[in-house]
């Protein structure tokens, strides 16, 4: 039973392509988040997201939106995809101020 | 600015030593610090909570303490086992509203 799942694990994309990765969580918590973690391994919040609000990191570009069709999912839409977009992309969830919960992570790759 | 500093990216330790990590904070006021251990290929895995107004925390052979003044959260793993081999991270929750922020993480090698 995965509790935060993520599709697709791998992804590789063109420059300029617009992309989508999908994330669920069967834990019934009320808030997800998507962090980016770059080659150095650092991890970086982007978004975190609850049926109230909606928090965005300031330095994430406008090409990142979210999208949550129900409580349980949280897509990530990129819209032209650039180099500098390569990196794993982890979806997390939690239940108020508790523990996260990570995802799998899905490595993107743009050529 | 704001950062949070693991200060050591790497870490080797004999088998059945007590490894100790560090995270020092700049320009925050934490209300709380979490540790989660990372492997390779996966997501960070959540480890131990410590609130802003607690000194110590433990759970089993790990132990986490909380020196506000200080601004530093000190992470032990006692009687370290090669299984224990990972990349550790500490994050800080600043508002309260659980937005972490991440540390740069120290990748600890338990040697046997």
């Known amino acids: 039973d995965t509790a935060v799942s993520q599709t697709p694990k791998y992804l590789v994309t063109q420059m300029g392509n617009d992309k989508s990765i999908k994330c669920e969580q069967n834990?019934?918590?009320?808030?997800m988040y998507w962090y980016k973690q770059d080659s150095k391994k650092f991890l970086k919040i982007m978004f975190s997201y609850n049926n109230k609000e909606l928090i965005i990191n300031e330095t994430v570009p406008n090409r990142f939106s979210p999208k949550s069709p129900d409580k349980a999912h949280l897509n990530l839409h990129i819209n032209s995809l650039e180099l500098g977009d390569s990196a794993v992309y982890f979806c997390?969830?939690?239940?108020?101020?508790?523990?996260?919960?990570f995802g799998p992570g899905t490595r993107l790759t743009v050529l | 600015s704001q950062k949070i500093e693991q200060n050591s990216e790497a870490l080797n330790i004999q088998e059945g030593k007590t490894a100790t990590l560090t995270c020092n904070y700049t320009n925050y006021s934490p209300a709380y610090l979490q540790w989660y251990r990372q492997d390779p290929g996966r997501g960070p895995v959540f480890l131990l909570l410590?609130?802003?107004?607690?000194k110590e925390k433990r759970k089993e052979r790990l132990k986490v303490t909380f020196d506000t003044t200080l601004k530093q959260s000190l992470f032990h793993i006692t009687a370290s086992q090669p299984a224990d081999s990972a990349t550790y991270l500490c994050?800080?929750?600043?508002?309260?509203?659980?937005?972490?922020?991440f540390g740069t993480g120290t990748r600890l090698t338990v040697i046997p």
């Open positions: 834990l019934g918590h009320d808030t």
């Open positions: 994050a800080l929750d600043q508002t309260g509203a659980n937005n972490l922020f």
């Open positions: 997390a969830s939690s239940q108020q101020q508790d523990t996260q919960y």
């Open positions: 410590i609130r802003e107004n607690e």
